[in-house]
């Protein structure tokens, strides 16, 4: 199945920095690629995803690049405040054996006032 | 509109006996998933269904039986619990396979 590697496992930030989280995958056909927030206690969220035909999105604060080549893409969290503090995961679609999700370990991410 | 929920909450149970968790979406999606969250390994999948009277096995199904009789219900089996099963449990649901997931809030589970 899909191998996903996320790093680092945990970010520490200043209020008002960036943030930059990097995952790569082994199967050359996933073609979805989503991020998910997780704060603490609740349930995971989408809060942006990509798919292979383009190489970058934006929405508000935050970004992900692709790059298929490479066989990685990047979640950017800009001008980051307490509130993006939370675990954050990426996951790639595995085009075969009936499309699963699969998840990176995630990235702890804290930012400090 | 309830979404996807998950009962119970939290469960302790001793090695050895068994119960089931439920799941119940109301948004009529097709694909529906269990996952096991444990610290630093990420969200594994446990199971899925992809329609009613469907399942199917995903990373991690040792241990696990699941039903979808009801296309909105999705229920995880632990027939005969180990310690290694302590961990948090969460359903979720799609429309489609590349269409974001809809998770439930989750079950912790501590098997003694």
């Known amino acids: 199945g899909e191998n996903v590697e996320q790093h680092p496992s945990t970010l520490s930030v200043q209020e008002g920095d960036s943030a930059v989280i990097k995952c790569t995958y082994s199967d050359s056909a996933s073609n979805y690629f989503p991020w998910y927030k997780q704060e603490l206690g609740k349930r995971p969220q989408l809060i942006i995803d990509i798919r292979s035909n383009v190489g970058e999105k934006k929405d508000q604060r935050i970004a992900v690049t692709l790059n298929k080549t490479a066989k990685h893409f990047s979640l950017h969290i800009t001008e980051t405040q307490p509130e993006d503090s939370a675990v954050y995961f990426c996951?790639?679609?595995?085009?075969?054996?009936?499309?699963?999700?699969?998840f990176g370990a995630g990235t702890t991410v804290t930012v400090r006032a | 509109n309830a979404g996807v929920t998950q009962t119970p909450k939290f469960r302790v149970l001793k090695t050895g006996q068994s119960m089931t968790l439920l799941c119940a979406q109301d948004m009529n999606h097709e694909y529906m998933y269990w996952y096991r969250q444990d610290p630093g390994m990420g969200l594994r999948l446990i199971h899925y269904?992809?329609?009613?009277?469907?399942?199917a096995k995903g990373e991690v199904p040792d241990g696990y039986n699941v039903s979808r009789l009801k296309k909105q219900n999705f229920l995880l089996g632990l027939e005969s619990a180990a310690p290694s099963q302590t961990s948090v449990y969460f359903c979720?649901?799609?429309?489609?396979?590349?269409?974001?997931?809809?998770f439930g809030n989750g079950t912790r589970l501590t098997v003694t």
């Open positions: 996951a790639a679609l595995w085009l075969f054996n009936d499309y699963k999700l699969s």
């Open positions: 979720a649901s799609n429309n489609e396979v590349d269409s974001p997931l809809h």
């Open positions: 269904s992809v329609g009613e009277g469907t399942t």
